[in-house]
């Protein structure tokens, strides 16, 4: 697992790559919400959306899981999740929804997610089965979560 600047990983928003992921779903979800209603745009919408979900969920969920295999599989699912979004992104563009530069940070932020998640991958695969991790509990709002958030909602 990665570790932030100030203190060790606790919950899965602690993880800089969880927090890049919610960005950019939060980020698409906004600028989409202007878009044309149309039964077309509202399938190329939809599907944008739920793989852009997807990336932060999947993280989310390895997390959580019991074995370092099973969390491996999760962070391989977001990054399948990131190609996918990108895919979306270029329909959208194509489709003539939005612009290619309306787009280009969510293309660009979508491989740096790729990359910090293959490297997340590269290191586990390397770790010692003893060293391990036990499973870290979620509660229901965590801090880190909360200063992201307020974080966040500064910046909009």
Same mark, same amino acid.
């Given at each position: 697992? =990665?570790? +932030?600047? +100030?203190?060790?990983?606790k919950h899965f928003t602690d993880l800089r790559v969880w927090? @890049?992921?919610?960005?950019?779903?939060?980020?698409?979800?906004?600028? +989409?919400?202007?878009?044309?209603?149309?039964?077309?745009? +509202?399938?190329? !919408?939809?599907?944008?959306?739920?793989?852009?979900?997807?990336?932060?969920?999947?993280?989310?969920?390895?997390? /959580?899981?019991?074995?370092?295999?099973?969390?491996? =599989?999760?962070? =391989?699912?977001?990054?399948?999740?990131?190609?996918?979004? =990108?895919?979306?992104?270029?329909? !959208?563009?194509?489709?003539?929804?939005?612009?290619?530069?309306? !787009?280009?940070?969510?293309?660009?932020?979508?491989? !740096?997610?790729?990359?910090?998640?293959?490297?997340?991958?590269? @290191?586990?695969? @390397? @770790?010692?089965?003893?060293?391990?991790?036990?499973?870290?509990?979620?509660?229901?709002?965590?801090?880190?979560?909360?200063?992201?958030? /307020?974080?966040r909602m500064l910046h909009d």
């Amino acid at each position: 697992m =990665e570790s +932030t600047e +100030t203190k060790a990983i606790k919950h899965f928003t602690d993880l800089r790559v969880w927090q @890049k992921a919610h960005e950019l779903f939060v980020s698409i979800h906004k600028e +989409t919400g202007r878009l044309s209603q149309d039964a077309a745009s +509202t399938v190329l !919408v939809d599907q944008l959306l739920r793989s852009a979900g997807g990336i932060s969920a999947n993280i989310a969920e390895g997390f /959580n899981a019991r074995k370092r295999r099973k969390y491996i =599989e999760f962070l =391989e699912d977001a990054q399948s999740s990131t190609a996918e979004t =990108e895919s979306w992104l270029y329909k !959208v563009v194509d489709c003539v929804l939005l612009e290619k530069s309306d !787009v280009q940070t969510w293309l660009d932020t979508s491989v !740096v997610i790729q990359k910090m998640l293959g490297s997340m991958i590269r @290191k586990l695969e @390397k @770790k010692p089965v003893a060293a391990t991790q036990p499973i870290a509990s979620s509660p229901p709002l965590p801090d880190s979560y909360l200063r992201f958030r /307020n974080r966040r909602m500064l910046h909009d």
